[in-house]
């Protein structure tokens, strides 16, 4: 496998980052990712980068910031040019017009993969429109066991206006595309920790719908919430990304899944997360300063390898939570060099911050969808198979 980063810029157009130089005609796959405002007002870059690379699936989505080598983009649009020494892959693609359709997605996507041969499946959905809960169970449906998955769901900064993923040049709400990946030489590494702490009484979970979060402890979800925020409430939903929730599921003494808030409704006083709150499990606040989270991100990279570090890795794709780079803040950027610092400084990594993140906690566990978390996904070829 051989890849090769690529940066756009309005002065500049395309140009390659480092000295790696992609082969337009061996290159088979190409994953862009940009502000989405940056993707719709520089359409033409797209369409010159799905005309340079003809013979390729190019494909990407909307960000909350791009993750480009060992730099955090917040401007243009970064890319990997990706061509493989014997492995393939395919991909599938589903529309949502709401989260109630998201497992009949799942479905639809798993359903139009080829299945023998599989070794992973990345996903790029639209952010806002999907729970990404009924998501991955949609996919784990129809999918072997231990296909691990991994990807995130678009972002939009901290506007939470429309995301967008996009096939070529083609940018559309509402859309998913699955990639699978195929091959006996491939590997597949995969980690995701996020560093939160959780604070405060725990509170019960007395009614939802889906991912949409009604009642806590009897009382209207978003007046609770708000008496915790103070005068930070009057900046929702982007200070929820500050101060997401933990939800455990009664009596299991498993750890708490982070659960970040998409969407607030003042006249119903409800929340919409990227994920299911189910009722009857307990949710706590969550906060975080630099430092834990500096410890998630090296955290991720430490269970990608499962204390079996391989020799070298081909490629890492890296999904971070858009909370984590507004608590960073400038500092983002060492979160990524803490990943590099692990898995391999001249590792080539493309990656954004995300509305949700797809992955399993370790190589080998099941693929599930996390907030807050830094996750990675390490590719190699191996031609000694």
């Known amino acids: 496998m051989k890849c090769a980063l690529l ?6 157009g395309w140009q390659a980052v480092g000295d790696r130089v992609p082969d337009e005609n061996a290159t088979r796959l190409v994953l862009y990712f940009g502000d989405r405002r940056e993707l719709v007002s520089h ?11 003809s013979g390729a699936l190019v494909f990407g989505c909307s960000s909350a910031g791009e993750i480009s080598g060992a730099d955090v983009v917040l401007q243009g649009i970064s890319a990997m040019a990706i061509s493989f020494d014997s492995s393939t892959c395919a991909h599938a693609v589903a529309h949502v017009t709401s989260a109630s359709e998201s497992l009949a997605a799942g479905k639809s996507l798993a359903g139009q993969l080829p299945l023998q041969g599989l070794r992973g499946v990345l996903v790029l959905s639209d952010g806002t429109l999907v729970n990404g809960t009924e998501l991955v169970s949609g996919l784990h449906e129809i999918l072997p066991p231990g296909i691990p998955l991994f990807g995130g769901l678009a972002g939009d900064g901290d506007r939470f206006e429309s995301t967008l993923v996009g096939v070529g040049a083609e940018l559309e709400s509402g859309r998913i595309v699955a990639v699978g990946f195929y091959g006996k030489n491939l590997d597949i590494f995969c980690g995701s920790a996020g560093g939160w702490e959780a604070f405060g009484p725990f509170r ?7 991912n949409v979060l009604i009642e806590l402890d009897d009382e209207p979800a978003l007046a609770v919430y708000k008496k915790y925020l103070g005068e930070r409430a009057e900046e ?4 929820a990304l500050l101060f997401p929730l933990a939800v455990y599921t009664k009596g299991t003494g498993q750890e708490g899944v982070v659960r970040t808030i998409l969407t607030i409704d003042e006249d119903a006083q409800t929340m919409t997360f990227a994920g299911d709150m189910p009722e009857g499990d307990e949710a706590r606040l969550m906060h975080a300063g630099p430092d ?3 410890f998630g991100a090296q955290t991720a990279a430490e269970r990608a390898f499962g204390g079996q570090k391989p020799s070298s890795a081909d490629a890492a794709i ?8 507004l608590v960073l803040r400038q500092g983002a950027v ?10 391999g400084e001249e590792t080539p990594a493309i990656g954004f911050y995300s509305y949700g993140e797809l992955s399993p906690a370790q ?21 000694a198979r």
Do not use: Y
């Open 236 to 239: 929702l939903p982007a200070s």
């Open 363 to 383: 190589t080998g566990a099941v693929s599930e969808l996390h907030n807050q978390t830094m996750t990675l996904t390490l590719f190699r070829e191996n031609p």
């Open 43 to 53: 359409s033409g870059a797209l369409e010159e980068l799905s005309a340079r690379f």
């Open 334 to 343: 060492d979160e990524v060099r803490k990943v590099l610092s692990v898995i």
């Open 204 to 210: 019960r979970i007395t009614k939802s719908s889906g």
């Open 318 to 325: 890296l999904v971070s939570c858009v909370g984590r780079r």
């Open 292 to 294: 834990r989270l500096m």
């Open 7 to 12: 940066r756009w810029s309005a002065p500049q």
